[in-house]
């Protein structure tokens, strides 16, 4: 998770919202006391609006090595990220960038002659790879994913 170092935030923010700002840093599961050590709170601070959090279904709530934790729910993310590039754009401007994407995803296609991601990872995996070509392979794979991650939220916006 990146740490949170914004100087004074202790004293621009409540607890609470430290908390909040915490969980929307999140990239995995993590345990109630980090989350509390992260945003400067006590435990039972944390717990208790951790607890708020999943009510209104912000977070899951989780188990990791016996201890409670918490993670983003991704449904909600998805909304929330659907929501947003909805009110940031006009549906013109939704299809100008499902057109840009799907252009770069065919580009990715054509440069590297395969039909899809899944054929690019399995060349990753059976063939063998200079080192630096192995390293600009994993970069090519994260913007794939990226452009499909950003297609399919396009695609969600226009519906």
């Known amino acids: 998770m990146a740490e949170s170092n ?6 621009t923010m409540s607890g609470r919202e430290r908390v909040r700002h ?10 109630i006391q980090e989350i509390a050590d992260q945003a400067a709170v006590s435990r039972p601070t944390a ?8 009510s209104d279904d912000w977070v899951t709530e989780t188990t990791i090595n016996g201890r409670k934790a918490y993670d983003l729910n991704p449904v909600r993310m998805l909304f929330d990220e659907v929501t947003d590039l909805i009110e ?6 939704l299809e100008r960038q499902l057109t840009e994407l799907t252009a770069e995803q065919e580009r990715l296609v054509t440069e590297f002659t395969v039909a899809s991601l899944t054929e690019f990872r399995e060349q990753f995996a059976e063939e063998e790879f200079p080192a630096e070509e192995l390293r600009e392979r994993r970069n090519v794979i994260a913007t794939w994913e990226s452009i499909n ?11």
């Open 47 to 54: 717990d208790d609006e951790l607890q708020r959090l999943a």
């Open 88 to 93: 940031a754009h006009s549906r013109d401007e």
């Open 6 to 11: 914004s100087g004074s935030w202790r004293e």
């Open 22 to 31: 915490v969980v929307e840093l999140l990239e995995e599961p993590t345990p």
């Open 149 to 159: 991650t950003e297609l399919g939220l396009v695609k969600h916006a226009l519906h």
